[in-house]
């Protein structure tokens, strides 16, 4: 699963900063003053610190002293953009690849050179600005600055009975603790065959993850992907594709525990049918996207219907979408008479999708616990929906190792 603040956070990061007094309120509780996001029930708060009481005597001599603390919180809204979020899922990545995973308290690298590797993106492009960009957005999410809170649930298993329990807790905490610059000076062995950077002496930093990701890494829960293909889209000629896909790759992580996975016999041949367990309707991937469509639907409805149906046929092509299908029509829409309200129904229609390739591996790996020797063949991909399966959608198996 995706872990519900990450999740909000994610929102938070590409929703539109545009319209920051509606979905970006203020708050004063507590001794803390900034913005708050709510993502259902989940918070992310921008905090710029404890606000000293000022007597009406000295608020005009700190008048301008305000006003640059004002500038500074909006400042770091602005920062959090797409390329936050990629540096968010970068460093979830790095946690996983570079600790044991077993604890928050393990500290992690993060070099700036990962987030241009991980992206794809030329040595020509990596000049000193963008590098400062990446810097700049690695720092807020690792201060106090930035913090997650809201409602969690996980369903535990028993080691001894086998059964499974929910448990109820709230996550809160930064997103990120930092701990050191890690730069040509530092004495780390962790550090000391990585060549040096030219982006001055700073070479990334050393982090933990926050208090509010303890329950999920304890339960083993944290196991979403964050794919390097999307990393790769360009976050203006690709913004469809980016968004859409990273929703969807939420949608079918959160619904894999509950959808259906089981073996028949198609054309003599054992398969594994795996059934979504819900389909979505166009306009939730839209909104939940965060994309903003309605304006130009208005004026210019069949762009949107082009974009979306380019951007799920991008996302199959790349690997990220094993398939997709429409329910009660054909995926490019083009059954919708061409008049002024056609895009009011298109929306309402319904989409089935089917994870790809390395997402349906691991939901084959932590759906089958496989006990003794031997090796055991991954689920098969089928669009099932009530119906028998269609031979249309294959999906190549493969062998997991035991684990």
Same mark, same amino acid.
């Given at each position: 699963?995706? =872990?519900?603040?990450?999740?909000a956070?994610?929102?938070a ?7 920051s007094e509606d ?16 993502h259902?029930?989940?918070v992310v708060?921008l905090?710029?610190?404890t606000?000293?009481r000022l007597?009406v005597?000295v608020?005009?001599?700190?008048r301008a002293?305000i ?16 390329m936050a979020?990629?540096?968010?899922a ?16 393990e =500290? ?7 987030y241009f590797?991980?992206?794809g993106?030329k040595a020509?492009?990596r000049?000193? *600005?963008? +590098?400062?960009a ?6 807020l ?6 913090r997650?809170?809201g409602?969690?649930?996980l369903?535990?298993?028993d080691l001894v009975t086998?059964r499974?329990? +929910? ?5 809160e905490g930064?997103?990120?603790?930092f701990?050191?610059?890690l730069s ?5 062995s962790?550090?000391a065959s990585?060549p ?5 002496l ?6 933990t993850l926050?208090?509010?990701a303890t329950?999920f890494? *304890?339960?083993?829960?944290?196991l ?6 999307l990393?790769?889209?360009d976050?203006?000629r690709?913004?469809?594709?980016r968004r ?7 949608q ?5 525990p509950?959808?259906?996975?089981e073996?028949k016999m198609?054309?003599?041949?054992k ?13 939730t991937i839209? *909104? ?8 130009t639907?208005e +004026? ?7 974009h979306?149906?380019d951007a799920l046929?991008?996302? !199959?092509s ?9 329910l009660g029509g =054909? ?6 008479c061409?008049? !002024?309200?056609y895009?009011?129904?298109a929306v ?7 994870p790809? +390739? ?6 084959a790996?932590?759906?089958y616990?496989i006990t003794?020797?031997?090796w055991r *063949? ?11 399966p269609? =031979? ?5 198996g493969k062998?997991l190792p035991?684990r």
């Open positions: 699963m995706h =872990p519900p603040p990450v999740q956070l994610n929102s990061c590409i929703e539109d900063k545009g319209l979905l970006f309120p203020s708050f004063d509780e507590g001794g803390q003053r900034g913005l708050r996001y709510k259902r029930d989940q708060e905090i710029y610190g606000p000293e007597s005597d608020v005009e001599a700190k002293e006003a640059g603390l004002s500038d500074l919180l909006y400042n770091d809204l602005r920062l959090l953009d797409d979020w990629d540096v968010a970068l460093t979830l990545t790095a946690f996983f690849h570079r600790t044991s995973a077993t604890s928050i308290n =500290p992690f690298a993060l070099l700036l050179r990962d590797d991980w992206r993106t020509s492009h000049d000193y *600005e963008t +590098k400062v990446v810097w700049d957005r690695l720092r999410l690792s201060s106090q600055r930035v997650l809170a409602p969690c649930e369903y535990t298993t086998g499974r329990r +929910k448990e109820r807790f709230r996550a930064p997103f990120l603790v701990h050191a610059t040509r000076e530092t004495d780390c962790e550090q990585l040096f950077d030219d982006f001055g700073t070479l990334g930093a050393k982090l926050g208090d509010w329950k890494i *304890e339960a083993r829960s944290m979403g992907l964050n794919l390097k293909r990393a790769e889209y976050t203006r690709q913004h469809w594709e859409i896909g990273w929703y969807l790759l939420f079918m992580q959160n619904q894999a509950h959808s259906q996975i073996a198609v054309s003599g041949v398969r594994t049918i795996y059934t979504p367990q819900q389909p979505l309707y166009m306009k839209l *909104e939940g996207s965060r994309l903003t469509w309605r304006h639907a +004026k210019n409805p069949r762009r949107i219907i082009r979306f149906c046929a991008t996302l !199959k790349d690997g990220i979408l094993g398939d997709y299908r429409r =054909p995926s490019d829409l083009s059954d919708f061409r008049n !002024k309200d895009i009011e129904h309402k229609t319904r989409w089935l999708f089917m790809g +390739k390395e997402q349906l591996d691991q939901i790996n932590d759906r616990q003794g020797s031997g *063949e991954s689920p098969d991909l089928r669009a099932s929906n009530g119906r028998p269609s =031979p249309s959608l294959p999906h190549s062998l035991q």
